[in-house]
Structure formats: structure tokens, C-alpha cells
């Protein structure tokens, strides 16, 4: 049965999901993202130009934190070295924990979150598909920034072709930074635990993993603050569509799919008269409810339980 927090408050129960039913959903749906990041490349005179758009917007806007993350990044591996292991796997740890934590422990809350996660995605990657953008780690090194994932490549599992291990970079999109999903798995990640953690702990984290996180893509020269923001757009925009999504779904299955059979008990109850002058045994024998009958007081007597009506007659009056 899902998990209810506070009783009378939660939504009205739903058809239990199976996991042997949501993983390979999940599977299917990060595998078109993944193939869909691949496939749709985009030119890279283009992409190039739409990242010095956005470091002129952010410079004209003094929003451009990046360059001084960057540097710091560069100089301080006690920083930057963790922050390449954080870019390159907690994405892909800390969103699937959180699915499968939702999923055992606040079982009527996953469907709306991970309808959530997956409409969002999608808009990320209509994202891809329209403006793609080469990260600041690409740009010309006149304009300051450093590659910390290559600068830092002997110490991890990647080369120096994004996070992808080594040579396997020809198999992702490094021109998909526009929006970061990095940081808008981050903020479902911090949404979901803040709302629906207990512990303090849980709540701290679920405020210092997404921020920590935006620090991080742009400290490692992988996306620009307005990539960041535009993920936490995304997120906003993804969790608008989520409702709208489940009711299409819900309208797809009872178009597609059979109806489950009721079972023949429920069936027939559901099919028999309401008995209203008693309740029927499984045995048919009718047991007649029972009639409350005011309690009477003699003088001076102490007041007593009225008698149950057995159907054999009226009580005895009182002496």
C-alpha cells in the first residue's frame, strides 16, 4: 500500500506501480535522451556562435561567473579535482537513488515526480536539438577558460572529451549544454527530498546538491550560469506539463488496454441490493441491527445499559 505521511491529507490511492514495469519505462526514456543528444549534433560554427552569444549577454549582465570559478578550478586541485568526480557521477547516481528511494517510501508521490523528471528531460532535449551551444571548455583558449576534466584527466576514469571515459567521447554531444540537465536533475533531486524528506540531514542535502552542483558545471568549464538557468526552466516548465502528461497517459491506457476483471467477490457485492435493515453473513442468514433504546431511571437508581434489541420482543420494563 503506498506510504501516507499524514493521514487525510494525501491524494486518493492509485494502482500500484511495479518495478518490473517503471525500469524498463525509465530505461527507454534516458535511452531516447541519450541517442537523442548523439544523434542531434548541430553544426559547430553555430554552436560556437550561440556560446559567445551567451558569454556577451552574461558580460554585459556582469553575470559571468564562470571565468573566476574557472580559474579557481584550474589552480586549486583540492577543488578542482573533486569537482571533475562530482560532474562526472553523481549526475548519474544521486537521480536514480532518489527514483528508487520515492518509489519504496513515498510510493503515492512517485508517478507525479517521475512524470516530472521525464516531460522535463524532454524539453531539455528539444533544447539540444534547437540551440546547440559549445560549452565555455571548447571556446577559443583566448577567451581564459580551461578544460578541468582534461586538465585533470589522470586522475579519473575520462579523457579529454566531456565525462565520457576514455575513448568513448565520440559517442556524446559535447555541443549539448544548452539547457543543463545537470542542474535541472539537480533541482528535482533538491525539490523531492526537501519536500518529501524527514531528517534534517535530508533537507540539507536536498539545498547543497543543487547548488553545489551549479558551481561545479560552471567551475568545470562545462556550462555557462545561463545554461544553469535555463535547466532550472526547464524543471519549471516540465513540472507545469507533468499533470496534463499523466491525465493523456491515463486516457491512452483506458483507450489501449483492457480493463481488469473484478474479482467475482467484489463482483458480486457490487451486483447485490443494499440491505439496509442488517448485513448478510456469508451463510445468508440476515442479522437485524440493533434498535437504541434510551435508558430508563427509577428513583434514586443508578442509570444502566439498555438492553440489546435480540428481536424477541421488548425489553422488560424497569422496576
Known amino acids: 500500500m503506498p506510504h501516507s505521511e499524514k493521514p487525510g491529507t494525501e491524494e486518493a490511492p492509485v494502482t500500484r506501480l511495479?518495478?518490473?514495469?517503471?525500469?524498463?519505462?525509465?530505461?527507454?526514456?534516458?535511452?531516447?535522451?541519450?541517442l537523442g543528444r548523439l544523434v542531434v549534433r548541430g553544426d559547430v560554427s553555430d554552436a560556437v556562435d550561440h556560446?559567445?552569444?551567451?558569454l556577451r549577454i552574461e558580460k554585459a549582465l556582469?553575470?559571468?561567473a564562470e571565468s573566476p570559478l574557472n580559474r579557481w578550478?584550474?589552480?586549486?586541485?583540492?577543488?578542482?579535482?573533486?569537482?571533475?568526480?562530482?560532474?562526472?557521477?553523481l549526475h548519474y547516481l544521486v537521480t536514480p537513488a532518489v527514483l528508487i528511494w520515492l518509489f519504496r517510501s513515498r510510493a503515492v508521490h512517485y508517478r507525479a515526480a517521475r512524470t516530472w523528471l521525464m516531460v522535463s528531460t524532454f524539453i531539455g532535449l528539444i533544447g539540444f536539438t534547437l540551440l546547440p551551444t559549445c560549452p565555455p571548455?571548447?571556446?577559443?583558449?583566448?577567451?581564459?577558460?580551461?578544460?578541468?576534466?582534461a586538465h585533470y584527466s589522470s586522475w579519473g576514469w575520462w579523457g579529454g572529451e566531456a565525462s565520457a571515459p576514455r575513448g568513448l567521447g565520440g559517442m556524446t554531444n559535447q555541443y549539448a549544454a544548452m539547457p543543463s540537465l545537470h542542474v535541472g536533475w539537480a533541482l528535482w533531486c533538491g525539490v523531492i527530498l526537501w519536500r518529501h524528506g524527514r531528517t534534517r540531514?535530508?533537507?540539507?542535502?536536498?539545498?547543497?546538491?543543487?547548488?553545489?552542483?551549479?558551481?561545479?558545471v560552471m567551475g568545470t568549464a562545462n556550462h555557462y550560469f545561463l545554461d544553469a538557468v535555463a535547466g532550472a526552466a526547464v524543471m519549471g516548465a516540465g513540472l507545469l506539463l507533468a499533470a496534463p502528461a499523466m491525465r493523456w497517459a491515463d486516457r491512452v491506457k483506458a483507450r489501449f488496454l483492457p480493463r481488469p476483471a473484478l474479482?467475482?467477490?467484489v463482483a458480486s457485492a457490487a451486483g447485490s441490493p443494499d440491505v439496509s435493515a442488517g448485513c448478510q453473513t456469508s451463510a445468508g442468514e440476515r442479522i437485524p441491527r440493533q434498535r437504541h433504546v434510551e435508558p430508563r431511571y427509577g428513583p434514586g437508581a443508578e442509570p444502566s445499559a439498555a438492553p440489546a434489541d435480540t428481536g424477541e420482543g421488548a425489553p422488560a420494563p424497569a422496576r
Open 137 to 149: 571548455r571548447l571556446l577559443d583558449a583566448s577567451h581564459g577558460f580551461v578544460d578541468t576534466m
Open 51 to 54: 556560446g559567445l552569444a551567451i
Open 263 to 265: 474479482p467475482a467477490a
Open 62 to 64: 556582469y553575470l559571468n
Open 73 to 89: 578550478f584550474t589552480h586549486e586541485p583540492w577543488l578542482g579535482i573533486p569537482a571533475d568526480f562530482w560532474y562526472a557521477s
Open 201 to 216: 540531514t535530508v533537507k540539507t542535502f536536498a539545498v547543497v546538491y543543487p547548488l553545489v552542483t551549479t558551481i561545479v
Open 18 to 34: 511495479r518495478w518490473w514495469t517503471e525500469l524498463p519505462l525509465i530505461v527507454l526514456v534516458y535511452a531516447c535522451y541519450s
